[in-house]
């Protein structure tokens, strides 16, 4: 059975991202058609607080210091408060392509922090896999033609986004053995509600202020696919593949988010698949593999025994 953690963490992160490449396109019509980056990010947050704590009654309880409870909730500042906010607000303003650019910083810095923080080395093999991958996803997006390619990104919408994956790459490499410690349904529950308490404040207002009769059915379905989907789901994925991986290999699957944003381009006929995109693919995997197959610090202080 152990032998088999490693493949199901890989094949959790890879749907977690696969998702997550579909909500840039799919949130980005919603927040076009009557609702906004504040009123996104409340009911994404809100949302999947309602729904773990839902699931938590389902599943073992676990018990937990307030110690442990409080390190969750700030946990969830970094982990949901500042780079969902961050995110879904920048995409809000910036495009999806752009967003998508962004959110491949991410691993190097991932790789960074982990270096300082977790005292894992950047081995030659590690580094090379980030940069091959991050050259992948790039070209991957600056190659594609797509139909609606007029809008152009708005500096404000990009640092944001670029913010977000900071704040989520210091989290992965902060709180992993915190993590680690508890089921993804106890780690989620406290991290939502905590994040729901601080922004909720914040943005009720502007949530009360919407005018639900006039927002399409589309749109609400869109909500809910990003609120159910992109986000309850998907945390559940990232975080069983959180329990077996190591922060530098889970965040190099975020190259995976643009490979779905522009297949998904091509196969609604929004892009056109070129020869620089098979080329980009390849890149992006290889650069998965090269990061998935270098020494950790474990893996190293093994060899000198």
Request: with cysteine.
């Amino acid at each position: 059975m152990d032998n088999k953690k490693p493949l199901l963490a890989h094949i959790s992160m890879f749907l977690a991202c696969a998702f997550w490449g579909l909500m840039a396109p799919v949130g980005k019509d919603a927040m076009t058609h009557g609702l906004t980056g504040i009123h996104m990010v409340t009911f994404r947050v809100v949302g999947a607080a309602i729904l773990f704590w839902i699931a938590s009654f389902f599943v073992k309880r676990e018990k937990t210091p307030l110690k442990d409870i409080l390190l969750l909730g700030l946990a969830g500042l970094f982990g949901l408060v500042l780079n969902q906010c961050c995110y879904t607000i920048g995409l809000s303003i910036t495009s999806p392509i752009n967003s998508s650019i962004v959110t491949t910083s991410m691993p190097i810095f991932a790789m960074i922090l982990s270096a300082i923080i977790l005292k894992e080395p950047i081995t030659t093999k590690k580094a090379g896999g980030v940069f091959m991958g991050f050259s992948g996803a790039l070209m991957l997006i600056l190659t594609s033609a797509t139909a609606q390619s007029s809008k152009v990104g708005d500096i404000r919408g990009d640092l944001l986004c670029m913010f977000a994956q900071l704040s989520f790459a210091f989290y992965l490499s902060m709180f992993n053995k915190l993590i680690k410690r508890y089921s993804v349904f106890t780690v989620n529950k406290w991290m939502f509600t905590f994040a729901a308490l601080i922004i909720t404040p914040f943005t009720f207002g502007d949530v009360a202020a919407i005018s639900f009769s006039e927002i399409t059915a589309k749109t609400w379905f869109e909500t809910a696919f990003v609120v159910v989907v992109c986000t309850f789901f998907c945390y559940i994925l990232t975080m069983q593949a959180q329990q077996v991986l190591r922060p530098t290999v889970v965040s190099v699957y975020n190259y995976v988010q643009p490979l779905v944003a522009v297949v998904v381009s091509v196969l609604t006929g929004l892009g056109v698949f070129k020869l620089t995109h098979a080329v980009a693919v390849l890149l992006v995997f290889f650069g998965v593999r090269l990061v998935t197959k270098s020494k950790s610090r474990k893996d190293m202080e093994k060899d000198k025994t």
